[in-house]
């Protein structure tokens, strides 16, 4: 009884003393149990745990295969969501990798294009020749710092081989037995130096090849690796060991032989197949065959500018050569310095030196070897002619078509032996002592005042020289034993109607008869015409409508005129 | 594809290399057997449909027994225990090893191999002998490394006890 009022009483004074603290442990009792309220409590905690996590490596493994889940699902039910928020960054991302790619491109075209012509590659050659390999083998051997070959992932208790990955596509000796011998040696090493677990074998090195080995709890990595890796490759192998037995620890400790469940270690372990080159180093021998390029392609450049100034004087003074009339130019070359032209040349032609000089060119670089001969243009036959026939003072000589004629007065006996000589001078076929009279007759243009018959002053002088010079016509014609017809024809302006014209211009001509040749010759017959404004000598009959309306004084008045045609009547050129 | 590692464990000369040397594909000389002490090769057979890839830890042969470190037996998930029927001393060997694979790797599968079939008549381990080790429940299979007798059959024989 005793005992039971004790407990009693130890429990009245529990109570008592205890109460809050037991009301407090009931009420943490309750909200434990109250899945909602947990729920509550951690949602609380929740982003501020993220936050301070953010960067441990742990979170990120243990959050990523839900995340992968979440997002398959989303885009299973739905991927337009996904889609839509991804849409701003996949642009971007795309023309990166294009650029990148592309840039890649053209370092690893510049690469081969450097790789092919340096002295270097040349060795190469030889030596993958020599040796048989692979020039591609010779530069990756050559410029390889280290190359991770293969890697292994080993069960560290059976040494059976889990995973095994590989660079590239060379033939690589059965991983599995590999993975058993490794296994058997790093065995064999512990148990010969009875060394402790922690300081298991790490490397081993055979030539170019070494074999890193990172050991974890359940599994090894090993990194065959040809060349020789930086110290800072081992927190690699690390990282993988570490990451594989976080995400694949379970599946480690329950392997049963069956390799096929650790297939999803692959990427992880893909991620140790890592390479470097050697940079290549800047040779300053790059620096002085871009100089000695640049100066070769300087002299390039002057020389091709010099000789293109050479070229285009040569060719100002062939064109002036070749323009001038005596000079034919058959062929041209730049020999020992100098512009040797070869050519014809007529006696009377200008001096091939002097044209040079005239040109502005300097005539001691040029040589000519001229052959003589007769040019047949009219300026030189024509001097050719003078040269002969030396005209007396007064007289000038005229040629047309292969004609030679003259004006001015000269005496019989000289015009006699003109007429012998000329047809023998080359370039001339017949020598007409009146073809250039004749030239001189139908010469002028006779104006007349409006709507009369009456010469403008001043048209006196011309009618008299006319007079004159028919007057000598008729004489040489006689002289000649040739006769004429020369037609007066009058004209008007395209003021008025033609009934009032045709008389008009008639009368203009009948006026200028009048006043050359009062009396008929012997051997010219005159006879005057009146072709009113159908002829004029200004605008055109079809459109003589601005010419009508008086608009132009000045061409009205060179319409109102009077010419004169000449005509041969008994045969003889004309 | 199912591996398994699987040790060749048995006294000096008892032929373990010369047994395997036509059933195995292997890529490593015999001399690392003197060297590192083990030389693995590998044996692709099929159970019941099921590829089964065996390892084989060819394991350096010393009639003392102790000189086989556990660290080589780790692992395995059986082993062929091999004995020269010639010689019963042998025989005495095999036992050691099998109780140390025993206290290594715990109670797994073996097969007793005796062989040297083809110099029977120079066995010295006799009926009643062999009849014992069935008795005590031992796997045995009789086999020739010269003309390939029991070789195949052994390794059967323990692929099936493995998977079972």
Same mark, same amino acid.
């Given at each position: 009884?005793?005992?039971?009022?004790?407990?009693?009483?130890?429990?009245?004074?529990?109570?008592?003393?205890?109460?809050?603290?037991?009301?407090?442990?009931?009420?943490?009792?309750?909200?434990?149990?109250?899945?909602?309220?947990?729920?509550?409590?951690?949602?609380?905690?929740?982003?501020?745990?993220?936050?301070?996590?953010?960067?441990?490596?742990?979170?990120?493994?243990?959050?990523?295969?839900?995340?992968?889940?979440?997002?398959?699902?989303?885009?299973?039910?739905?991927?337009?969501?996904?889609?839509?928020?991804?849409?701003?960054?996949?642009?971007?991302?795309?023309?990166?990798?294009?650029?990148?790619?592309?840039?890649?491109?053209?370092?690893?075209?510049?690469?081969?294009?450097?790789?092919?012509?340096?002295?270097?590659?040349?060795?190469?050659?030889?030596?993958?020749?020599?040796?048989?390999?692979?020039?591609?083998?010779?530069?990756?051997?050559?410029?390889?710092?280290?190359?991770?070959?293969?890697?292994?992932?080993?069960?560290?208790?059976?040494?059976?081989?889990?995973?095994?990955?590989?660079?590239?596509?060379?033939?690589?000796?059965?991983?599995?037995?590999?993975?058993?011998?490794?296994?058997?040696?790093?065995?064999?090493?512990?148990?010969?130096?009875?060394?402790?677990?922690?300081?298991?074998?790490?490397?081993?090195?055979?030539?170019?090849?070494?074999?890193?080995?990172?050991?974890?709890?359940?599994?090894?990595?090993?990194?065959?690796?040809?060349?020789?890796?930086?110290?800072?490759?081992?927190?690699?192998?690390?990282?993988?060991?570490?990451?594989?037995?976080?995400?694949?620890?379970?599946?480690?400790?329950?392997?049963?032989?069956?390799?096929?469940?650790?297939?999803?270690?692959?990427?992880?372990?893909?991620?140790?197949?890592?390479?470097?080159?050697?940079?290549?180093?800047?040779?300053?021998?790059?620096?002085?065959?871009?100089?000695?390029?640049?100066?070769?392609?300087?002299?390039?450049?002057?020389?091709?500018?010099?000789?293109?100034?050479?070229?285009?004087?040569?060719?100002?003074?062939?064109?002036?050569?070749?323009?001038?009339?005596?000079?034919?130019?058959?062929?041209?070359?730049?020999?020992?310095?100098?512009?040797?032209?070869?050519?014809?040349?007529?006696?009377?032609?200008?001096?091939?030196?002097?044209?040079?000089?005239?040109?502005?060119?300097?005539?001691?670089?040029?040589?000519?070897?001229?052959?003589?001969?007769?040019?047949?243009?009219?300026?030189?036959?024509?001097?050719?002619?003078?040269?002969?026939?030396?005209?007396?003072?007064?007289?000038?000589?005229?040629?047309?078509?292969?004609?030679?004629?003259?004006?001015?007065?000269?005496?019989?006996?000289?015009?006699?032996?003109?007429?012998?000589?000329?047809?023998?001078?080359?370039?001339?076929?017949?020598?007409?002592?009146?073809?250039?009279?004749?030239?001189?007759?139908?010469?002028?243009?006779?104006?007349?005042?409006?709507?009369?018959?009456?010469?403008?002053?001043?048209?006196?002088?011309?009618?008299?020289?006319?007079?004159?010079?028919?007057?000598?016509?008729?004489?040489?014609?006689?002289?000649?034993?040739?006769?004429?017809?020369?037609?007066?024809?009058?004209?008007?302006?395209?003021?008025?109607?033609?009934?009032?014209?045709?008389?008009?211009?008639?009368?203009?001509?009948?006026?200028?008869?009048?006043?050359?040749?009062?009396?008929?010759?012997?051997?010219?017959?005159?006879?005057?015409?009146?072709?009113?404004?159908?002829?004029?000598?200004?605008?055109?009959?079809?459109?003589?409508?601005?010419?009508?309306?008086?608009?132009?004084?000045?061409?009205?008045?060179?319409?109102?005129?009077?010419?004169?045609?000449?005509?041969?009547?008994?045969?003889?050129?004309? | 594809?199912?591996?398994?590692?699987?040790?060749?464990?048995?006294?000096?000369?008892?032929?373990?290399?010369?047994?395997?040397?036509?059933?195995?594909?292997?890529?490593?000389?015999?001399?690392?057997?003197?060297?590192?002490?083990?030389?693995?090769?590998?044996?692709?057979?099929?159970?019941?449909?099921?590829?089964?890839?065996?390892?084989?830890?060819?394991?350096?042969?010393?009639?003392?027994?102790?000189?086989?470190?556990?660290?080589?037996?780790?692992?395995?998930?059986?082993?062929?225990?091999?004995?020269?029927?010639?010689?019963?001393?042998?025989?005495?060997?095999?036992?050691?090893?099998?109780?140390?694979?025993?206290?290594?790797?715990?109670?797994?599968?073996?097969?007793?191999?005796?062989?040297?079939?083809?110099? +029977?008549?120079?066995? =010295?381990?006799? %009926?009643? *002998? $062999?009849?014992? !080790?069935?008795?005590?429940?031992? @796997?045995?299979?009789?086999?020739? +490394?010269?003309?390939? =007798?029991?070789? %195949?059959? *052994? $390794?059967?024989? !323990?692929?099936?006890?493995?998977? @079972?």
């Amino acid at each position: 009884m005793a005992a039971a009022d004790d407990d009693d009483g130890i429990g009245s004074l529990r109570a008592i003393l205890l109460a809050p603290e037991q009301r407090q442990l009931e009420e943490l009792q309750v909200r434990l149990d109250d899945r909602d309220r947990r729920a509550q409590d951690i949602g609380e905690v929740l982003p501020q745990v993220l936050r301070e996590h953010a960067h441990d490596p742990q979170l990120a493994r243990a959050l990523t295969p839900p995340l992968e889940e979440a997002i398959t699902a989303s885009v299973k039910r739905n991927p337009k969501p996904l889609a839509d928020a991804l849409f701003p960054v996949m642009g971007p991302a795309i023309r990166k990798a294009v650029s990148a790619s592309l840039a890649s491109m053209v370092e690893s075209f510049n690469r081969t294009l450097e790789q092919a012509f340096s002295r270097r590659s040349i060795r190469w050659r030889l030596e993958a020749m020599r040796t048989g390999k692979s020039f591609a083998e010779v530069v990756m051997l050559k410029t390889l710092l280290y190359r991770v070959e293969q890697a292994f992932l080993i069960d560290r208790r059976s040494g059976l081989l889990l995973q095994h990955v590989q660079a590239g596509s060379g033939v690589v000796q059965d991983a599995d037995m590999v993975s058993g011998m490794l296994t058997a040696i790093r065995d064999f090493v512990q148990d010969s130096f009875k060394v402790s677990e922690a300081d298991s074998l790490e490397a081993l090195k055979v030539g170019e090849l070494s074999v890193w080995i990172e050991p974890g709890p359940q599994a090894i990595v090993a990194a065959v690796i040809r060349g020789s890796a930086p110290r800072d490759f081992r927190p690699t192998l690390q990282d993988a060991v570490e990451t594989i037995h976080l995400q694949f620890g379970d599946l480690l400790e329950r392997f049963e032989g069956d390799a096929s469940t650790l297939e999803p270690a692959r990427p992880t372990l893909e991620a140790c197949l890592q390479q470097q080159y050697r940079a290549e180093e800047r040779k300053p021998r790059t620096t002085a065959a871009w100089a000695f390029a640049g100066v070769v392609a300087l002299i390039l450049l002057a020389w091709g500018g010099l000789a293109w100034r050479t070229q285009a004087r040569d060719q100002r003074y062939l064109d002036a050569v070749r323009a001038e009339p005596g000079l034919t130019v058959v062929s041209s070359e730049r020999r020992g310095g100098k512009l040797v032209v070869t050519g014809l040349r007529d006696p009377l032609a200008k001096d091939p030196l002097a044209i040079a000089t005239a040109a502005g060119i300097d005539a001691a670089g040029i040589e000519g070897r001229w052959t003589a001969y007769q040019a047949l243009e009219p300026s030189l036959v024509l001097a050719r002619a003078t040269r002969i026939l030396q005209p007396p003072a007064g007289v000038t000589l005229s040629l047309v078509d292969g004609v030679l004629s003259f004006a001015g007065a000269a005496p019989g006996a000289w015009i006699a032996e003109a007429r012998r000589t000329a047809p023998l001078i080359a370039g001339v076929s017949l020598f007409d002592p009146l073809l250039a009279m004749i030239a001189i007759i139908e010469s002028p243009n006779l104006l007349f005042h409006t709507g009369t018959p009456i010469l403008v002053p001043g048209q006196d002088v011309e009618v008299r020289r006319l007079a004159e010079t028919l007057r000598d016509f008729d004489a040489r014609a006689a002289a000649a034993s040739q006769r004429f017809a020369v037609e007066i024809v009058g004209h008007t302006d395209a003021e008025g109607a033609d009934e009032a014209n045709l008389p008009l211009s008639k009368a203009r001509a009948d006026a200028v008869r009048d006043a050359i040749a009062p009396k008929p010759f012997a051997n010219v017959t005159i006879s005057t015409t009146g072709v009113g404004s159908r002829e004029p000598a200004v605008g055109t009959l079809d459109s003589p409508s601005s010419v009508r309306a008086g608009q132009n004084e000045a061409d009205n008045q060179r319409n109102r005129r009077v010419t004169l045609r000449v005509s041969r009547l008994a045969g003889g050129p004309r | 594809m199912i591996q398994k590692k699987i040790c060749m464990l048995g006294g000096f000369a008892v032929g373990k290399t010369s047994l395997v040397a036509r059933y195995v594909s292997s890529i490593f000389s015999d001399k690392y057997l003197s060297t590192v002490g083990v030389k693995i090769d590998k044996k692709q057979l099929s159970v019941d449909g099921k590829d089964v890839t065996m390892m084989l830890w060819d394991i350096y042969g010393q009639d003392d027994f102790q000189t086989v470190q556990p660290s080589q037996l780790r692992g395995m998930s059986g082993y062929l225990l091999v004995v020269d029927g010639t010689r019963r001393a042998t025989l005495e060997t095999a036992r050691q090893l099998q109780a140390k694979a025993t206290d290594t790797v715990g109670p797994v599968p073996f097969i007793l191999l005796l062989n040297k079939l083809d110099l +029977a008549e120079q066995w =010295e381990i006799d %009926e009643p *002998a $062999f009849f014992k !080790l069935v008795e005590e429940g031992w @796997r045995v299979v009789r086999t020739s +490394a010269k003309t390939g =007798e029991g070789v %195949e059959e *052994a $390794f059967d024989l !323990l692929a099936r006890a493995m998977l @079972r």
